[in-house]
Antibody
């Protein structure tokens, strides 16, 4: 069965970076993309961007341009999301979600979420 | 990068039908048939309920349906049940291969 398993919770100081992983199983990794979506405490969903696992092409939301990098490692079927220059308002649960090949639909399958806490 | 507009809350009694709207622009909802709807229970990951405006993924109840008119998409839940109480989010494909979410709607089953 399809599974997306994310790395564990992180606590970071302002200005630091965080790298969250998302290990996929149960499907052909390169046939899909991965989107990253975050949710601050008590807030709604925010799309951060997506990466094609086929060719590594990325599209980032304007709000994160220059501060986020999404990558994949095909041999291990793992996607990564690195967010730099962390601020307190980056405290959120970060989800990966399997995305169609063309990036039009995200989320038939989701990771369990990774809580990132930014605090001094 | 504005989010899509959803009502903050809707409510209905068991057995009734409710509709949640999702308003965008011609650059997202109105320009593409790539509107999705998600259900999220507290502390859980979102669950895809509708994709491509009106298609249900495997295993999703027929009580959930989607539609679109112009720049506004809608999610209708018929035969409301207690377990439908959750937050609902719409999303749309937007030009330049990006996605955008709505602000979310809290559904209360009375």
């Amino acid at each position: 069965q399809v599974q997306l398993v994310q790395s564990g919770a992180e606590v970071k100081k302002p200005g630091a970076s965080v790298k969250v992983s998302c290990k996929a199983s149960g499907y052909t990794f390169t046939n899909y993309g991965l989107s990253w979506v975050r949710q601050a405490p008590g807030q709604g969903l925010e799309w951060m961007g997506w990466i094609s696992a086929y060719n590594g092409n990325t599209n980032y939301a304007q709000n994160f341009q220059g501060r986020v990098t999404m990558t994949t490692d095909t041999p291990t079927s793992t996607a990564y999301m690195e967010l730099r220059s962390l601020r307190s308002d980056d405290t959120a649960v970060y989800y990966c979600a399997r995305t169609t090949f063309d990036g039009t639909v995200a989320g038939v399958y989701w990771g369990q979420g990774t809580l990132v806490t930014v605090s001094s | 990068q504005s989010a899509l507009t959803q009502p903050a809350s809707v409510s209905g009694s068991p057995g009734q039908s409710i509709t949640i709207s999702c308003s965008g622009t011609s650059s997202d909802v109105g320009g593409y048939n790539y509107v999705s709807w998600y259900q999220q229970h507290p502390g859980k990951a979102p669950k895809l309920m509708i994709y491509d405006v009106s298609h249900r993924p495997s295993g999703i109840s027929y009580r959930f349906s989607g539609s679109k008119s112009g720049n506004t998409a809608s999610l209708t839940i018929s035969g409301l049940q207690a377990e439908d109480e959750a937050d609902y989010y719409c999303s749309s494909y937007r030009s330049s291969s990006t996605l955008v979410f709505g602000g979310g709607t809290k559904l209360t089953v009375l």
